[in-house]
Structures are given as C-alpha cells and as structure tokens.
C-alpha cells in the first residue's frame, strides 16, 4: 500500500482523496489532514446560524469542463439543483443590470454621464495606454476611463484593498479575457454563435447549486472517502513537513509518516513550515505572497422577500459592505422558515485592519444598519447576526506574485519530489472550485502512473463572466 497524506479537506483535498480512492482504493492508504475542527469544504463550507443557512461568498457550480460537472452530479444527484441567476449592480441609488448591457447602463446613468462614457471610450481607442500594465490600463483600454471610474473602480479597490493603478494587468486578462466594450455592445446586439452561445448562456443566466449550499458537496465527498476507508482527520492542522529522512507530515499532535503528500494548504505557509527550511530565497518568496481577507457578516431578517436577485454588487464608496447574498435565492431550503430571509453582507479586508479587528457585535451592527442605509430591508426588520472571517479567501495577484509562485514551485519540483501542490492557496492562482478540483484530480493521477503537468491547468476564465463589468466573485 502506498501511503498519502493529503493537506485540506476543501475543494481540492478530498477530491484527490476521492479520486485516489475511487480508482485504487487497494493501493493507496489515505489520510486527510483538516485543520477545521468540525467542518469540510474549505472556503466552499456552508454555516448555519438559527435556521439560515449561509455559503462564504456564494459558490455557483459550473464548469466547462464535463468531467468536473460529471462529478457533482455523481456526488450529489438530484440535490444539486439547477437555479435562476440574477445579480446586478447597485450604484447611486440605481440597479444595473450585471453582467452590463449596454443599453441598460446608459439609460441608467443619464444622457449627460451617457455621452461622457462614449466620448473617454473612444479617447481610450484612438490613443490606447501602452504598455498595459495595471489593471486600471487594461480596463481604460477597452472600456474607457470613465466607465472605468463607474463600473470597475469602486468595486475593485473595495475587494483588493489597493489601487487600480497598483493591480497587475495580468489578473484582468485572466479574469476577464476577451471583454471590452465594443464586444459588449456587439453581444448585446448580435446572436450569439450557436454552441459557443448556449454555454455562455446557460453559465450567465443559471448556474447548479447543492440544495443545502456547497458544504453539502463536501460533505458527500467526505463520507464516500470514509466509506472506501480514506481516513479524514477534522481537527488537524499541519504544523511541520519533515522531509529528510522519512517524509513525515505532523497535525494535531500526531506524526504521519508517509509516501507522498498532496497538499491544499496556502503554498506560502506549506514553504513556511517545512523542516529543515527551505533556502532563504524560497523563504522570502513564501513570506512576500500576499492575500486578500474576507468577512461575511450573516444577518437574519424577518421579511419574506427582499429582492429577486441571487446576490448584489454594491458599488457605491459611502458604504463598506461590498456585495450582499439572498441565500434564500440561491436555494430555498437554505432558510428553514420561508417568512424569514438570510443575507450575507460582505466585506472585503486583511487581517488585522480596522473591519477586521471590529467585534462581532459592532460587525453585525454595521451590517444591519447599512442594509438599510441602502434601502434593502429596514434596520428594524433585522432580527439578530453572526459574523464568519475568512482568511486567505483571494490570493493576490500583485507586480512579484510569478516570480514568487516560480521560485518555491521550483525548488519543491527539485527537492521534494513526493510533494504535489493542488488547489487555490496550494498553488496561489485565482481557482474556482472546477480548477482547484482539476488539480487535484490530476496529482492523484500522477499517483497512479501518470505525467501530468498540474501547473498547466488553466484558470482561463473567459466563459467565466462575458459582458461583465467587475470581475470577483
Ligand atoms: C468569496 C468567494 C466566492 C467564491 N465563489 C465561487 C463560485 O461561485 N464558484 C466556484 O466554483 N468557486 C468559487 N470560489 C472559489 C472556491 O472557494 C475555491 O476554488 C475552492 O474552495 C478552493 O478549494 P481548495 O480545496 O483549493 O481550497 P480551500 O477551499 O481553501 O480549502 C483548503 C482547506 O485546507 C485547510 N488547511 C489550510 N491550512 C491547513 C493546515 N496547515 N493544516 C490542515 N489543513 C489546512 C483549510 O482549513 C481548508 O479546509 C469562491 C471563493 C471565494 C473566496
């Protein structure tokens, strides 16, 4: 029997256990190392807080490709439910449609701001910035400034916390590949190509959804592991690598001495806690990946129906909260009483800034009162909250992150070649769960006698979001 250890059991970590298990489960003792006490999931988990049920974040499912969306369905069957998507954009006191259309963007602004977006948008044509290199060029480049300022700027510095001018150009390219504004009018007014158009139809206009939020996915994973005798172990978080002499992982106390290792935790932490360390370069590599924080503050309103839409981007900068989720919306059994409805106000911070360091009962206040600062629902009608920090929620895509990512991936290809590094954090790229699980499919297959390259696994997500104008989910 070969021995795995498997870091997380997110997304990423028990679908290489699941994989492994599935096609050898003769071959291959498997132990998951979960640092979380008592869920599965990862970021992907679902809480519940006195019959609401929430999701961090608000985790569609979808994929192109057939064998990720083959594996939900072989997971959850008819508890992954097909849903209605609609989510638009809230800014001065108006709702725009999202992903934009054209028509309905101007309309919404005025003719006055109308004729101010066209005119900086063909400035932007005739006299691009070249070269590209932050986020604000990429976007002025195909949009115009002025859009930009309107539709991009506010939402974007809310989630990373820094300026437009400071993000890397390459993240707007991965994320939004292909999207400009003349595509966007020309989406708007010609049909779309057959095939092509169905797939980007479908992903905008309804996504799948577990019925009881994503954990639900994690939690059938973890059970089918369970049961072909995977062990899956809550509670233990990986502290130390050791890797010379025998490669052993140690987590809650206990060593697991072992063949080889998958690891899903954040690539920076894995280099941090290996021994004996990594060069100093490696090192400082590891230190100087960086991350974006993220807190859902859960509030319980006593309303039967807010608003339609799935979730809200709120770009207005006099507010903090950054984008707010109707669970309810995203599946109806995610509220035991269907009077009530359960909203995620989200916001978007580091670890140790001043949201991040607030209580958890001036959070829950914040969240109530500008819920009806922005004429969602009235403070009064918010019955009580929670609050859940979500730390390393983005990984950051700044100026050195390749360079970074290229000097530890390297040296663990050279020195630790039982090492496989799977998943969002693991490999610090902008994964959504279809990718993080590809990975993961991948290394557990490079156990079984295949080459893969698991670096090579895209995040290209083009099909991702055409037509829109902002780009985080
Ligand atoms: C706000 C938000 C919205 C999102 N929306 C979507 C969406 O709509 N659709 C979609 O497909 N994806 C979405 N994603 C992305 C999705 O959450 C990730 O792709 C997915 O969770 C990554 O899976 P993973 O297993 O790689 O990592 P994670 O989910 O981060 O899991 C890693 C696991 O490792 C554990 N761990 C970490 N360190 C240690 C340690 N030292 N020892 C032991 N265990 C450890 C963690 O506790 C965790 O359980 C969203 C993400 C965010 C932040």
């Known amino acids: 029997m070969q021995r795995v250890a498997i870091i997380g059991a997110g997304p990423a970590g028990l679908t290489a256990a699941y994989e492994l298990l599935k096609q050898a489960r003769d071959e291959f003792a498997v132990d998951v190392l979960e640092a979380d006490p008592v869920h599965v999931g990862g970021i992907a988990w679902t809480g519940e807080f006195r019959g609401c049920r929430f999701d961090i974040g608000g985790h569609r499912f979808f994929s192109k490709s057939e064998e990720i969306e083959a594996l939900w369905t072989e997971l959850l069957g008819d508890e992954l439910i097909t849903r209605p998507r609609l989510s638009r954009i809230l800014y001065d006191g108006t709702f725009f449609d999202y992903p934009l259309k054209p028509a309905n ?91 092509d158009g169905a797939v980007i139809k479908t992903l905008i206009d309804e996504f799948r959804y577990p019925r009881r939020g994503p954990g639900q996915m994690w939690e059938a994973a973890r059970d089918r592991v369970q049961e072909w005798g995977g062990r899956v172990h809550l509670g233990h978080r990986v502290d130390a690598v050791r890797w010379q002499g025998p490669l052993t992982v140690e987590a809650g106390g206990e060593s697991f001495e072992t063949d080889c290792l998958i690891s899903s935790m954040a690539l920076a932490d894995l280099a941090q806690i290996l021994d004996p360390a990594p060069p100093p370069e490696v090192l400082e590599a590891a230190r100087g990946l960086a991350y974006r924080d993220f807190l859902t503050v859960v509030l319980r309103v006593q309303q039967r129906d807010l608003f339609p839409d799935n979730w809200i981007y709120i770009h207005d900068p006099s507010v903090r909260v950054g984008r707010l989720q109707n669970f309810k919306n995203w599946s109806p ?50 019955l009580d909250g929670t609050v859940v920090r979500a730390p390393k929620a983005y990984p950051v895509y700044d100026d050195a992150y390749q360079g970074r990512v290229e000097i530890i991936r390297r040296w663990l290809a050279a020195e630790l070649p039982a090492v496989q590094t799977v998943g969002r954090n693991g490999m610090h790229k902008y994964n959504n769960q279809d990718h993080s699980m590809m990975t993961a499919l991948l290394a557990a297959r490079n156990l079984m006698g295949a080459s893969y390259d698991v670096w090579a696994v895209n995040t290209d997500a083009e099909y991702h979001e055409r037509g829109t104008p902002t780009t985080v989910d």
């Open 105 to 195: 963007a101007l309309i919404g602004l005025g003719p006055r701001t109308a004729v101010r977006v066209l005119a900086s948008y063909a400035r932007a044509r005739a006299f691009p910035i070249d070269p590209e290199v932050s986020f604000a060029d990429w976007i002025t480049n195909r949009f115009g400034r002025h859009l930009f300022t309107i539709f991009f700027k506010g939402y974007t510095e809310k989630v990373w916390g820094m300026s437009c001018d400071d993000i890397s150009a390459d993240w707007a390219a991965q994320r939004i590949k292909g999207l400009s504004l003349a595509g966007t009018v020309k989406d708007a007014l010609l049909p779309r190509r057959p095939g």
């Open 333 to 382: 059994d995610m509220v035991v009483d269907p009077a009530m409805t359960g909203i995620g106000m989200e916001y978007f911070c580091s670890v140790g800034d001043d949201l991040w360091s607030l209580d958890d009962a001036a959070l829950v206040e914040l969240g109530r009162s500008e819920l009806d600062r922005l004429g969602l629902a009235p403070a009064a009608a918010v």
